[in-house]
């Protein structure tokens, strides 16, 4: 007995200092300041940027990895999350989320790169604990295995980054990312992945020629010829969306190799309510959300119009935003068990006006940021959604 209760004091004792040590009582980062329309172009350069020189030497300044940094704080929904360049002492670059736990506690948790050749050193910092080297890259190996559940194509976490170097204006550093870590993929394609891209040609070839192609009609005739079941259903939308714009798709999907010759538009357009615009959201929003969820799909859509309301942009619309939550839901209804199959025979029939109500045409749309601030505040998620539906009901 007395052996039992000397183990639970120190199991008690181990458990206090892990508290004290790891747990704080306040958050180490602010709130993250909404992005601006200049973070979505910032982050899109970078991307562009990391996509051109990957596994070759790159400066990536400081300013654009804050915009990205930022953006990462919407996309992600992690509210608290900061960039730390190195500082006079020559510490490394850090990113440091703070998360909310329960009795107002935090959990701060910072991640360290420091100048290196090959692979640089990392560490990871729990509360007021840096872990040793082992137990930090360990855990993030482990983190990486579970990202590679949805995105395959990630790198070793010695590969991902090499040869840093902290500069004044920026790092200098070799990355070997797949773009975003959402243009990777599953080597080769899938079985189904191949039936999918079939019915989505054959589908496309049943409509008449020489007319634009309402998408609601090929939706009709694509869930026509496809299984009613969750799987086969993302991987019909995906099929379309790269049929439909492949260089968008493209980065999140895998394209059959094979396909019949002329499978495509072949230079007509895909309309939704009279727009082609409208069409290729909503197509790429329901097949985004099929695979990866509805966050990143709203996330990725508020992220373009964010971008075109900057500057000679065509400006943040509404009515691109009804065309996204639109395909989102049709996307979360195709792959959820309960309403894949009832949601796959309701395309075979729907309408232009199901998919897009006419009312969403006026919605407003060509606001530049500045005027966007002025009417509805800051670019969010949520103030946005509930404008969005406010609008739609008055309507």
């Known amino acids: 007995m007395k052996v039992?209760?000397?183990?639970?004091?120190v199991a008690a004792l181990c458990l206090f200092l892990c508290m004290i040590l790891l747990i704080d009582f306040d958050p180490d980062t602010p709130i993250a300041p909404p992005p601006v329309a200049a973070d979505a172009r910032a982050g899109e350069a970078l991307l562009q940027q990391v996509e051109a020189m990957r596994g070759q030497d790159g400066l990536y300044r400081w300013d654009s990895l804050k915009s990205a940094t930022r953006l990462a704080?919407?996309?992600?929904?992690?509210?608290?999350?900061?960039l730390a360049p190195p500082n006079s002492k020559g510490d490394g670059l850090s990113v440091t989320a703070s998360r909310a736990l329960h009795w107002g506690l935090w959990l701060n948790a910072t991640l360290t790169v420091r100048s290196g050749k090959g692979a640089p050193?990392?560490?990871?910092?729990?509360?007021?604990?840096?872990l040793p080297d082992g137990l930090s890259h360990w855990l993030l190996d482990r983190a990486l295995r579970r990202a590679?559940?949805?995105?395959?194509?990630?790198?070793a976490r010695?590969?991902?980054?090499?040869?840093?170097h902290m500069q004044p204006e920026g790092v200098m550093a070799k990355l070997d990312l797949p773009v975003t870590a959402l243009t990777a993929r599953k080597a080769g394609v899938s079985a189904q992945a191949l039936a999918a891209s079939t019915v989505a040609c054959q589908s496309l070839k049943a409509l008449p020629a020489g007319k634009p192609i309402r998408l609601?009609?090929?939706?009709?005739?694509?869930?026509?010829?496809?299984?009613?079941?969750?799987?086969?259903?993302?991987?019909?939308?995906?099929?379309?969306?790269?049929?439909?714009?492949?260089?968008?798709?493209?980065r999140f999907f895998p394209a059959a190799d094979d396909?019949?010759?002329g499978c495509g538009l072949n230079d007509r357009l895909l309309t939704l309510q009279g727009r082609e615009d409208l069409a290729h959201h909503w197509l790429?929003?329901?097949?985004?959300?099929?695979?990866?969820?509805?966050?990143?799909?709203?996330?990725?859509?508020?992220?373009?119009?964010?971008?075109?309301?900057?500057?000679?942009?065509?400006?943040?619309?509404?009515?691109?935003?009804?065309?996204?939550?639109?395909?989102?839901?049709?996307?979360?209804?195709?792959?959820?068990?309960?309403?894949?199959?009832?949601?796959?025979?309701?395309?075979?029939?729907?309408?232009?006006?199901?998919?897009?109500?006419?009312q969403a045409l006026s919605l407003d749309e060509g606001l530049s940021e500045a005027e966007f601030n002025r009417r509805y505040g800051s670019i969010t998620h949520l103030r946005c959604a509930r404008d969005l539906r406010q609008k739609m009901v008055q309507r």
């Open 4 to 9: 039992v209760k000397r183990l639970c004091g």
């Open 216 to 250: 609601e009609h090929w939706l009709n005739t694509a869930f026509a010829q496809s299984v009613p079941e969750a799987e086969a259903n993302s991987q019909l939308l995906a099929q379309m969306a790269l049929l439909a714009s492949p260089d968008q798709a493209g």
């Open 158 to 164: 010695d590969r991902i980054i090499r040869d840093v």
């Open 121 to 130: 050193p990392v560490s990871l910092t729990l509360g007021s604990v840096t």
């Open 259 to 261: 396909l019949p010759a």
């Open 148 to 155: 590679r559940d949805d995105f395959p194509g990630l790198p």
């Open 284 to 358: 790429l929003s329901a097949s985004l959300t099929a695979r990866f969820g509805a966050h990143l799909s709203n996330a990725l859509g508020f992220w373009k119009e964010l971008s075109d309301s900057a500057p000679k942009g065509s400006g943040f619309s509404f009515v691109d935003l009804a065309a996204d939550c639109s395909g989102m839901m049709w996307g979360a209804r195709l792959v959820t068990a309960e309403t894949a199959a009832g949601a796959a025979r309701a395309l075979k029939q729907v309408s232009a006006d199901t998919l897009l109500p006419p």
């Open 73 to 82: 704080a919407q996309v992600s929904g992690q509210s608290r999350l900061a």
